[in-house]
């Protein structure tokens, strides 16, 4: 067994507070659950407070279109600014290009799943 970090914990305690929003626990157990998951030393005492959990969101569910749309938003936006941008400044090397690969890195998940 690996020991967790910081990262492992608040990943954890993020999949609580989204439990806890959907209504599978209440606020006493969240606290509890946090207590442990801050306590944990090891990945099977961190899963043994979050397996319980069920799944992080599906990539199908309603708050997944919301973020599609934000993740094309902002890549459109940011990618308009920069080229705009580098059109002004006298154009030269396309800088703009690391803004649209940054930019369109969450769109890659709908080919990921």
Same mark, same amino acid.
């Given at each position: 067994?690996?020991? #967790?970090?910081? &990262?492992?914990?608040?990943? =954890? @305690?993020? @999949?609580? $507070?989204?439990?806890?929003?959907?209504? %599978?626990?209440? =606020?006493?157990?969240?606290?509890?659950?946090?207590?442990?998951?801050?306590?944990?030393? @090891?990945?099977a005492?961190? =899963? +043994? $407070? $979050?397996?319980?959990?069920?799944?992080?969101?599906? #990539?199908?569910?309603?708050?997944?279109?919301?973020?599609? #749309?934000r993740?094309?938003?902002?890549?459109?936006?940011?990618? =308009?600014? +920069? #080229?705009? +941008?580098?059109?002004?400044?006298? %154009?030269?090397?396309?800088?703009?290009?690391?803004?649209? $690969?940054?930019t369109? &890195?969450? &769109?890659?998940?709908?080919? @990921?799943?």
């Open positions: 067994m690996t020991r #967790v970090g910081d &990262l492992e914990r608040e990943a =954890a @305690r993020a @999949r609580l $507070v989204e439990a806890y929003a959907a209504g %599978r626990i209440d =606020a006493p157990e969240l606290d509890s659950r946090a207590e442990a998951v801050w306590g944990a030393a @090891r990945t005492d961190l =899963a +043994a $407070v $979050v397996d319980d959990l069920g799944e992080e969101e599906p #990539v199908s569910s309603p708050g997944a279109g919301r973020r599609f #749309v993740d094309v938003l902002v890549f459109l936006i940011c990618g =308009a600014i +920069a #080229v705009v +941008a580098w059109h002004v400044t006298g %154009r030269g090397f396309f800088w703009p290009v690391w803004v649209l $690969v940054y369109g &890195l969450p &769109l890659l998940r709908l080919w @990921r799943d």
